[in-house]
C-alpha cells in the first residue's frame, strides 16, 4: 500500500525535477501542500499530485493544440 502523503523529495523523484522546484511549487499554490508538525514539514498528498499531472495533461493538450507544429522550410 503506498503512502497517503508525500516527502517533497518524493514528489521530485516521482516528477523528476529538483526538490527545489516542488518547493517553489508548493509555496506558489500550484501544487496544494500541507505543513504538519513542530518543524512545520511540507507533505504532499497523493491524490494531489495525482490530480496535479492530470492538470498539466490537460493545460499541455491545450498548448499543443494552440501552438500547431508547422513545417520548416527545407534548407
Known amino acids: 500500500m503506498e503512502p497517503r502523503f508525500l516527502l517533497l523529495s518524493d514528489v521530485a523523484t516521482e516528477l523528476n525535477v529538483s526538490d527545489s ?44 493544440r494552440s501552438n500547431p507544429l508547422t513545417e520548416r522550410d527545407p534548407e
Open 21 to 64: 522546484q516542488v518547493y517553489h511549487m508548493v509555496r506558489s499554490g500550484e501544487l496544494p501542500a500541507i505543513k504538519i508538525g513542530g518543524r512545520g514539514q511540507w507533505r504532499v498528498e497523493r491524490a494531489r499530485l495525482e490530480e496535479y499531472i492530470e492538470r498539466k495533461y490537460a493545460e499541455t493538450a491545450e498548448w499543443v
